[in-house]
């Protein structure tokens, strides 16, 4: 992560981790077992956050550590919560009290903040050593009851918690709170060790917000912070100094240590550390000036993000008061730089713009000058070098590497290549120091062929690790192991990740660029020219140390090594233009080409025909320029691509998404020329058909679940209950006991076992469920149908498929085909919104092997699956419970719909336009045109008639005669027109 210095702000966005505290603490106190793909939340700016007003909270505890040597009490001289020294805590008689990091700790009266909402922990220590995740203090409960707790003792792990320590297992300071609903983390630079240090850890309930500060300075602040000490509840256990986990004791003294019951300000803070102590009624004084702590300077693209210091009339240093509510900002010129809803100003345009922020009427100002970064190649490897020769050159940069562990199988060609054969030789490039530095913005460009194999196989990575797993680096990975995409990943105390469309093709060259914009806090990534994902990001490449420069080898050991065929790596400071990438890929690694010369014509390239079931399709919108054709231009910002017919096919990151069958042209437009292509959507399976279909008007109090298609009825249990429209779970629904089994007060639907309802459904089948999920816990799921690794009991699963609507890896909407441990697919989506009606579809197509994810009418996600209905056990098949130990699903379920077939794009668009009441059948498109009507509708809709009526208050509706053509998918039955009003409908 990026801390502050004096002049910098660094605004968290926060970590929440519902439920998961037990897993959450492990996992950072061991963070080897992190997974390297592992996403932290980035570090971001912001502005215009409610904080309080200036004026100090009640101070409700303070310890001053005034006590006679011989004493084992600690006064608390405001409160009167007096509390106890533990052997090991000692008065050495200089108004501190004295931790050993053995066993000395000092006890606090129980519940001492348990009715806080908004809290601050203000105190003065000296910490003599870090030890990793020893507590400054920690009021919580443990397994192990009241009095235990720390390194050698019967605590066992904590349950719930308030703390603060100034090391945990990455080395960051860190406030926690963990409560029973969820739990709110915050981190920042660590305290360094022996200095005496002024720490406040602040929680603002009504803004969600918390922050942290050393020496007066704010190093961290933190947004959807939602977790307060009253949400922790009860505690037994009020520690200064002892952990409710088994942790090292704090080792160092205690000079002062406060509570208030409300966050304390950025100018009260500082207050308080210019004052000491020693002091209780510190002010920051009045108000008397504000200025911008920013930059005149910036790049085209910036994200700029206001840093506001006040000078205070009792103050002696300026306070950085960003954060403080009520500063308004503007732009004296719109044109050139704009000020936005995420509280950033945004460099748009070349120029020249004055920036203006106004506070308790002060003014600051600020001109800024916006510059273009050119883009430089800095390092070129054209693997050039002669046969079996282990030298790598740098054409341009001169940082020459060294190819280690050469074979007749991982050498130079001779041609221009460099062949790596992976694990067989372990060979790869090493590197020297020099690639990253200076680079404020890059551009990094790969033509590699790649050979397939193993997850985690690296093209490069630059950086530094401690032997074993990568420490700081950037790299690029053709198959990562977390979703089997292309990958580009930065990882500074915590990674970001930009991912492909899908890994990279086998056995073909490609070009593969990344953009990484540090001004404009993002990253993107290309596939032969075509922008495929974008990340927001606010990690400097400048700043990893580059010990270990590697092409086709990892920062882990545990990676395999690379196998495959470099042709060559450039690296740009500078980002290039979206233009400039696509012209890069179609001129190859032999040329350089700047100048493309002028537009001369446009042309659309694409399949003819396109599944309706199938996946989507590339477009490709070439430009042909006067020394360089064929240039993909189809993501760039001012190419348009759409579609005739919408209803047939419409278009998403260049892609034709096919809905129904029909026929649309696909029409390219860039730099004010067009090209056109015309495309045929085929559906040759029939239309879909309901297989079970609950739609939950069971009477109230009624057990079952009636099945209005089928025969499968399901059965509550519980307190699962129905309203006459809906099958409702309780919320909370408590998560099952240690033996596996669900508790009296939850609620969950079973079906009978081998009946069929999943072994028996069709090649092609779809799940399509209405929910409204309520909220809370990851790993909630909504149906999971199999068998668990012990049949009948929650304690692991065994083969399943489920849908949950808020994972746990990655906080996502998930469905997942599992057979454990053998074979595993995973789609994930957007999560779902909480008590927002939400519809859910998941396709499994056994002919085509292939699921597909939809949520409220949008595809989401689409993976291979080669296994089948009739490989999964049919015995735990359960609404709103699942096979692991998981939190039940908490919410209301309105309609539930399994489908033979696998439902197309469009079939879903129209059954989420319709709503759970209502199932739609296939769209009838009607044009009138020189006195005659034409009908259009599905041609695989064979169970479908067409019928009219003159009338729908007193009309009769009667069959239409005359036999339908069948043109591009679709019946075609012309008419005559008539005088009379008539209405038409397909009816089954």
């Known amino acids: 992560m990026d801390y502050m210095s004096l002049d910098r702000l660094m605004l968290d966005s926060g970590l929440v981790i519902p439920k998961l505290t037990k897993l959450t603490q492990d996992r950072m106190k061991n963070p080897a077992r992190i997974p390297k793909q592992t996403i932290w939340k980035a570090c971001g700016y912001l502005s215009l956050l409610s904080a309080a007003q200036i004026a100090h909270g009640a101070l409700n505890h303070e310890y001053s550590f005034n006590d006679p040597v011989t004493s084992t009490n600690a006064i608390d001289s405001v409160g009167g919560a007096t509390g106890a020294l533990y052997p090991g805590a000692s008065y050495p008689g200089n108004g501190t009290v004295l931790l050993d990091g053995n066993s000395g700790f000092v006890y606090l009266p129980d519940d001492i903040i348990s009715n806080y909402t908004s809290i601050s922990f203000e105190v003065w220590a000296t910490p003599t050593s870090n030890p990793t995740w020893a507590r400054l203090f920690d009021f919580g409960t443990n397994q192990g009851g009241k009095g235990t707790g720390g390194a050698g003792g019967t605590g066992g792990n904590g349950i719930t918690w308030s703390y603060l320590c100034f090391a945990d297992g990455g080395g960051l300071f860190h406030g926690d709170l963990n409560a029973p609903s969820g739990e709110s983390i915050i981190l920042g630079p660590s305290p360094a060790a022996g200095v005496y240090h002024h720490v406040v850890f602040a ?22 912070f939602t977790i307060t000490p009253q949400k922790v509840g009860h505690t037994y256990n009020d520690y200064i100094g002892r952990s409710q986990w088994p942790d090292p004791y704090f080792n160092g003294s205690i000079d002062e240590f406060r509570i208030y019951d409300n966050p304390l300000t950025p100018p009260q803070v500082e207050a308080d550390y210019e004052a000491g102590p020693g002091s209780t009624n510190a002010s920051p004084g009045t108000l008397n000036a504000i200025q911008f702590n920013n930059p005149a300077n910036t790049l085209l693209g910036a994200i700029i993000s206001p840093i506001i210091l006040g000078t205070y009339s009792s103050l002696t240093n300026n306070v950085n008061i960003t954060t403080l509510p009520g500063i308004s900002y503007s732009s004296g010129n719109t044109n050139v730089i704009t000020f936005g809803a995420d509280g950033n100003f945004h460099a748009i345009a070349l120029g020249t713009a004055t920036i203006k922020a106004t506070y308790q009427s002060q003014t600051a100002s600020l001109t800024i000058n916006v510059n273009a970064q050119p883009s430089v190649l800095r390092h070129r490897y054209s693997f050039d070098g002669a046969a079996g020769s282990t030298d790598i050159t740098d054409s341009v940069g001169g940082v020459n590497g060294t190819l280690i562990n050469g ?93 492909g469309q899908s890994e990279l093709e086998v056995s073909n060259e490609v070009c593969v660029t990344v953009g990484y914009n540090n001004t ?48 060559e790596i450039r690296v740009y400071s500078g980002v290039e233009s979206d233009l400039q990438i696509a012209i890069d890929a179609v001129t190859g690694p032999n040329n350089i080409v700047t100048n493309p010369g002028a537009l001369g014509s446009i042309s659309v390239t694409g399949p003819a025909t396109v599944d309706a079931h199938g996946l989507s399709a590339p477009v490709q919108v070439l430009a042909n320029f006067a020394n360089v054709s064929g240039v993909d231009v189809t993501t760039l910002n001012n190419t348009t691509v759409t579609s005739s017919d919408p209803t047939v096919a419409t278009i998403a990151n260049g892609d034709i998404v096919p809905l129904n069958a029909g026929t649309t042209t696909i029409t390219g437009s860039y730099g004010g020329l067009s090209g056109n292509l015309v495309v045929s959507v ?56 240690a033996n596996g089994l669900p508790t009296v007060n939850s609620g969950w639907v079973s079906f009978p076992p081998n009946q069929g309802l999943v072994t028996s459904l069709p090649n092609e089948a779809s799940f399509e469920m209405w929910v409204i999920w309520t909220g809370g816990s990851v790993w909630q799921e909504m149906f999971d149908f199999g068998q668990a690794a012990t049949p009948g009991v929650s304690l692991g699963g065994g083969q399943y498929v489920m849908i949950c609507p808020y994972d746990g890896a990655n906080g996502l909407l998930r469905a997942e085909w599992d057979q454990n441990p053998a074979y595993d697919v995973t789609l994930q989506g957007p999560v779902l919104i909480a008590n927002v009606l939400s519809q859910v579809v998941y396709t499994h197509d056994q002919d085509r092997q292939l699921d597909k994810l939809y949520r409220n009418g949008q595809l989401v996600a689409s ?19 699942d096979e692991w130990p998981d939190p039940m699903f908490q919410g209301s379920y309105v309609d539930f719909r399994i489908w033979n077939g696998a439902l197309t794009s469009g079939q879903v668009a129209n059954l989420y336009a319709a709503g759970p009441e209502t199932v739609a ?16 509708w599905p041609a695989n809709a064979t169970g479908f008639t067409l019928w009219s009526n003159p009338s729908l208050v007193n009309g009769t509706w009667t069959q239409v005669p005359g036999t339908p053509t069948v043109t591009n998918g679709l019946n075609v039955l012309t008419l005559p027109a008539s005088q009379a009003q008539t209405y038409y409908r397909l009816k089954d």
Not at 549 to 567: E, K, V, W
Not at 691 to 720: C, M, R, W
Not at 921 to 936: D, E, F, H, R, Y
């Open 407 to 499: 074979t007749s199988t991982s050498t130079l060609t001779g041609t221009g290549q460099l062949t790596l054969d992976g694990n067989a030789s372990s060979a790869y490039v090493a590197l020297p120091a020099g690639i990253l530095a200076n680079l404020t913005n890059a551009t990094f460009q790969v033509w590699v062929d790649f050979y397939g194999g193993p997850v985690w196989q690296q093209l490069f990575s630059f950086g530094t690790n401690n032997g074993s797993a990568g420490i700081a680096y950037t790299t690029l990975i053709p198959h990562n192991g977390q979703n089997g995409k292309l990958r580009w990943g930065i990882n500074e105390n915590g990674e970001v990740d930009v991912d």
């Open 203 to 224: 929680v603002d309930a009504v803004a969600q917000t918390a922050a942290l500060y050393d020496n007066g300075v704010q190093v961290s602040f933190s947004t959807n």
């Open 520 to 567: 404009a806090q993002s990253a993107s990534i290309y596939l032969n020219g075509r922008k495929e994902g974008t990340i927001s990001i606010n990690k400097a490449l400048y700043t990893i140390p580059e010990t270990d420069n590697y092409f086709g080898r990892s920062q882990f050991s545990a990676d395999p090594y690379f196998q495959g065929s470099l042709d």
């Open 682 to 737: 085929v559906d040759t399976n029939a239309w879909p058909s309901l297989l079970h279909h609950y739609a939950f008007h069971d009477a109230p109090g009624s057990l079952t679940i009636t099945d209005s298609v089928g025969t499968i009825n399901g059965t509550l249990q519980g307190k699962a209950s129905l309203t006459g429209s809906q099958l409702v779970m309780p919320t909370p629904n408590p998560v099952g006991g």
């Open 863 to 881: 993976a291979p699956n080669i296994a089948l209905w009739s490989s999964l056990p049919d015995t735990d098949n359960w609404m709103a419970r």
């Open 921 to 936: 059948g296939p769209a009838l498109q009607i044009s009138v045109a020189g006195g005659q009507v034409t009908l259009k």
